[in-house]
């Protein structure tokens, strides 16, 4: 894979960081506890940042659009599903919308088709990372990049280069930053989301979305099979119910690419 490096700018938590650091240097000498204060804000600080998505504290991070519009998009994170991702499908051919789906690298190379009858469809890929471990970002520096550069492997083979990646469940760290931009990759968060666990909290789903729905936001939302049988023609409904919710709103569902203006992807040669 050819990767595309980048001068990377120092982020807001580098400048954060020296600027902590010389002033507990310095504050050592008058007063130490002072010194040991400052150094735990800024850990406490990073920490934090790991975990608010819509942060770019870390590095940079696109959590929304700046159309100013009553404009968002819809992504789906976790899939392929051979049980519920060609019935999102259908559910957005109806309203002739468009959506992002950011998939595992496992599970692509598990359902080949899902991936190619998303493309056919209209719909964007985006990388999620290999095996979509919720704890890949408290490892290491390798096993991290592991995970985004065989994810973006699995698409390259099938003839998507993925621009857009967004970390397993939103978290982030500093290392992410410098990964991305060796790979040629950007890192796309969220703004709007169910708290669905998964597709683990499935009812209700419309009613909390809607109810903070506003204008530039990316909405999240999972492909992935809910754990119960029972739930499966709930979180069906609910998509429906958030899809109609938009419009009834007065608001429009555009693709991804086109509320944030980056492309996420491009197509080669597909085998």
């Known amino acids: 894979m050819v990767m595309r490096d980048r001068k990377a700018a120092l982020s807001p938590a580098h400048i954060t960081g020296i600027v902590l650091i010389v002033a507990a240097v310095a504050a050592f000498f008058v007063q130490p506890l002072?010194?040991?204060?400052?150094l735990l804000f800024y850990v406490v600080l990073c920490v934090w940042a790991c975990f608010y998505p819509q942060t770019n504290f870390l590095g940079p991070v696109i959590s929304r659009g700046r159309s100013g519009e009553k404009k968002v998009a819809i992504t789906f994170d976790d899939g392929?599903?051979?049980?519920t991702t060609v019935k999102i499908l259908d559910l957005l051919d109806r309203y002739s919308l468009r959506a992002t789906f950011f998939v595992s690298g496992?599970?692509?190379?598990?359902?080949?088709?899902?991936i190619d009858e998303i493309i056919r469809r209209g719909h964007?890929?985006?990388?999620?990372?290999?095996r979509h471990d919720p704890l890949v970002m408290l490892k290491s520096y390798r096993v991290l990049y592991r995970e985004v550069y065989d994810a973006q492997a699995v698409l390259r083979k099938m003839g998507i280069d993925a621009l857009a990646f967004?970390?397993?469940?939103g978290i982030i760290n500093p290392k992410l930053p410098s990964i991305l931009n060796r790979l040629g990759l950007f890192c796309v968060t969220f703004s709007c989301r169910a708290m669905d666990a998964g597709n683990f909290r499935v009812k209700n789903m419309a009613v909390?979305?809607?109810?903070?729905?506003?204008?530039?936001?990316?909405i999240l939302l999972h492909d992935k099979p809910p754990r119960r049988s029972k739930d499966y023609p709930v979180l069906f409904q609910e998509i429906e119910n958030i899809l109609t919710g938009i419009q009834d709103r007065g608001f429009r569902v555009v693709p991804l690419a086109q509320l944030i203006d980056r492309e996420i992807m491009t197509l080669e040669s597909r085998t």
Do not use: C, W
Not at 106 to 114: F, R
Not at 124 to 130: A, E, R, V
């Open 208 to 218: 909390r979305i809607l109810k903070k729905l506003k204008g530039d936001d990316i």
């Open 124 to 130: 964007s890929i985006g990388n999620h990372s290999m």
């Open 166 to 169: 967004r970390p397993p469940v």
């Open 80 to 83: 392929p599903s051979e049980f």
């Open 34 to 38: 002072l010194s040991a204060a400052l």
């Open 106 to 114: 496992l599970n692509a190379t598990q359902y080949p088709g899902l």
